[in-house]
DNA sequence: GTCTATAAGCTGATAGAC
DNA sequence: GTCTATCAGCTTATAGAC
């Protein structure tokens, strides 16, 4: 089926990868509206010019990072279940984030939250496809749940631990106070023991 | 002191006080960086260069706008204590914002919340400004929490009821769950109660 | 594949007529 | 006070040389 002779498409392109691993950088430290092409081919070393040859528009460097961030996600979710077997030691994998990302968190806030909330402004078409990267996690945190023994509630478990940690980033960028972030993971961790203490619901 | 003849300064301009509103509105619904002076322009019903009789730069529009939204929060709180004597109510006020601001949180997010996130990530100089509408919050829910007999964990309780009403925001603005909404705030009220129920603490 | 040169349009901002 | 006309600069995007 696939034709041999001009190249198989799938072929790594160092330069595209510099864009979208630049471009990912700066739309999350400065946003996508306010990120223009000039910002970018700086910070890759390239002239606007070349931009063309490796995307049509601003968009599709736009869909490219978001599926950039996608398999990102992926590939940390793989890495938590390889480190931890048990379901409730990877929710809190998840809910340590805001602590291990706090430098970044603190100046730029959640890099999903934030472009899903900029694209919804914008009124953007790629809006749902920031948004899927939230519902990545919120698939994953309700299977875990669901092995918890809260299969019925699993989704609402997993959507209020999405919650807390949206909270806890646009409070720690507003005020950057270090205390709020380890008090609010401690209080998670503790509700989570409960959860992990009741699996059955009445 | 105050001369008596070319006029106080403080007189009351429709134009100046339609383009704050405007600007208000469409900051909310389109961002800071997005929305530019024709935007404002057509829906005041102005021209471009009209602008500059009242504002000098675009920064300083958002400063009057921001300025406006504090004395909207102000406001906002002072007919919360009008209508409820009891702290816990008031507390409640708060966290029932995000049911009944739900339309527009979905559709832009929290006006707060946003506009902080943004200021931070274009590095603007209002920034500071911005999360002072957070303060205001923070320091009026910590007075409720002292008055509930919590004084020594006021400021603690008060920034926990700040991160859960942007995390129901961000999170309504990425899934438009109405029943989530509606459940966060069911724990949140069930919360509060075990709160108000246990003032001493150990 | 990368460059330079260039286009057309929008941006915030200014000057001056009315 | 509001307008029109205008500015320089930046934006995304294109054409064509190398």
């Known amino acids: 089926m696939a034709s041999r002779q001009p ?3 799938k072929e790594t392109n160092a330069t595209r990868d510099a864009i979208v691993a630049v471009a990912d950088r700066l739309f999350y430290e400065q946003g996508f509206a306010h990120t223009s092409f000039s910002h970018i081919a700086d910070a ?3 002239s606007r010019g070349n931009f063309y040859y490796h995307f049509r528009t601003k968009d ?3 869909e490219a990072v978001i599926a950039s961030r996608m398999q990102a ?3 940390m979710i793989a890495a938590w279940e390889a480190r931890d077997g048990s379901p409730a ?3 809190l994998c998840y809910i340590r984030i805001v602590v291990g990302n706090r430098g970044k968190i603190m100046r730029h806030g959640c890099p999903v939250g934030t472009l899903t ?3 919804a402004k914008l ?3 790629s809006r749902p496809g920031a948004s899927a990267i939230f519902g990545v996690f ?3 945190l309700s299977r875990q749940f669901t092995l918890l023994g809260h299969a019925r509630n699993a989704d609402a478990l997993a959507m209020h631990v999405l919650a807390f940690s949206q909270g806890v980033a646009v409070m720690d960028n507003a005020f950057r106070d270090r205390a709020f972030v380890e008090r609010e993971v401690e209080r998670m961790t503790r509700w989570l023991a409960d959860v992990v203490a009741a699996p059955v619901e009445a």
Chains 1, 2 share one sequence.
């Open 60 to 62: 599709e460097i736009l």
């Open 117 to 119: 909330g900029e694209l």
């Open 138 to 140: 919120r698939g994953w």
């Open 89 to 91: 030691g990877r929710i």
């Open 73 to 75: 996600t992926h590939d």
């Open 44 to 46: 890759v070393g390239i």
């Open 123 to 125: 009124g953007h078409p």
């Open 7 to 9: 190249r198989p498409a």
